[in-house]
């Protein structure tokens, strides 16, 4: 399965060290790398389709983006959609408010009719791109009936609605960063963790690291602003349960087979 890792600062984090572990990961994961850096003076999102470990930049940008205050990485072992550029994660645009959304995703979505028509609207093909376009029109639905950029607990309640709906049947596992709070949220168990450190709270697929590795709430949205946890949502019914069967019936499908 593809891997997430992030981190939500106290302060600009030297994360060198675990970039470069998490990378090193791509090995089984080699369809495509995205990390995007968030500090208060700029946003850095870098993309390629390409295995991380095979790519002759990756050093280069870990070195310009690794001492942060917000982060999100991804590497990607491809289920639906090609090993293309527009099939690596994050994904990221802005609201209608100017605010910049960026989101990784772990996961396969089996079934959602509300997705369906950001088909005809995506650059690629992977679900994980059609449900942040979702979630993106649902902040711009918000903002249009409010008439006003939302508050931190306003955008919190969408992202808390749309993972509620969207769990059922689905692997939701994603990393989301909205300028001002990360969230995060696992519906298979055992697939994502929070280190909390003095620096901040770092998150992985897969511990990267010494040190006490915890199970992030489950079924649970949270978020973190500053490395501290900042808002959670309530626990909903959707856990993702593999059905192989399910597996097997979307990939033949998105074959064409």
């Not at 408010?97 to 009719?113: P, Y």
């Not at 369906?116 to 995506?122: D, E, G």
């Not at 973190?224 to 059905?243: A, C, R, V």
Request: charged share 25%; aromatic share 12%.
């Amino acid at each position: 399965m593809c891997e997430l890792f992030g981190f939500s600062g106290k302060k600009k984090t030297d994360l060198t060290g675990l970039l470069t572990e998490f990378f090193s990961h791509s090995v089984n994961n080699p369809d495509g790398w995205g990390l995007a850096s968030f500090d208060d003076s700029q946003s850095l999102i870098y993309k390629e389709r390409v295995a991380a470990y095979k790519s002759t930049n990756i050093e280069r940008i870990i070195g310009e983006t690794g001492k942060t205050k917000n982060l999100i990485g991804h590497i990607r072992l491809a289920t639906i959609g090609y090993d293309d550029y527009n099939n690596s994660h994050p994904f990221s645009g802005y609201d209608k408010s100017g605010r910049l959304w960026t989101l990784a995703h772990n996961g396969t979505i089996f079934e959602c009719d509300e997705l369906s028509i950001y088909s005809y609207k995506q650059k690629g093909s992977t679900d994980s791109e059609r449900v942040f376009l979702y979630l993106l029109d649902k902040i711009n639905e918000r903002i249009d009936n409010a008439g006003r950029d939302l508050e931190a607990e306003e955008r919190f309640d969408i992202v808390d609605r749309i993972v509620t709906k969207l769990s059922p049947k689905n692997k939701l596992n994603i990393i989301i960063y909205d300028g001002e709070q990360t969230y995060l949220h696992t519906n298979y168990r055992d697939s994502l963790y929070v280190n909390n450190t003095s620096d901040g709270a770092i998150f992985a697929t897969v511990p990267l690291s010494d040190g006490e590795w915890d199970h992030l709430p489950f079924k649970t949205l949270v978020s973190y602003k500053n490395g501290e946890l900042f808002l959670s949502g309530k626990e909903h019914e959707g856990e993702y349960i593999p059905d192989e069967q399910a597996i097997r019936a979307i990939f033949l499908a998105y074959a064409g087979l």
